[in-house]
């Protein structure tokens, strides 16, 4: 899920005050199910499957992974909608024959990798992030950058 590029560009500037490779506001998403390498036939029918309802997923919480030395943000609780999206479309791409991840979903937008423990969390910016549809989603990779490809978007 794309968050409306103000949103972005907020939580951008405000992962601007910590350290470590910071995710530019074109990348910043929330993942649903990671599929790795795929070819996205199976996805693209999965996905279609899938109905959600409209909702906003606030952001209201900031953690660091010292395990993988990751800072995020995201809802504090999971909205039911945003829950109840994840659970169908993880149940469809199952049925499709992908092995998804088994620990629980954390619905979690990553601003900062390779990032040292921050010294201190500053508040985080009121953000508006509604949502209306997720999408299907190549990663491109090179020697210079990743490049996220939209395939196939799934209004709600």
Known sequence: MWPPARTAAALE???GRFEGRRTPAAKIH???AFLGAAAPEKAL?????????RHEIPIDK???????????????TT??????????LQLELFRAEYILERRPYA???TLARSAPPPRELAPLPEVEWPVSEFSLVRSLTSSKASVYEIVARFPL
């Open 62 to 76: 900031v953690h660091y992974w010292r395990h993988n030395k990751i800072l995020w943000v995201g809802p504090r």
């Open 13 to 15: 500037a405000w992962a």
């Open 107 to 109: 619905a979690h937008v």
């Open 45 to 53: 029918a999965a996905a279609g499957k899938v109905r959600g309802t």
């Open 30 to 32: 929330l993942t649903l």
């Open 79 to 88: 909205p039911a909608a945003l829950a109840s999206l994840v659970e169908a």
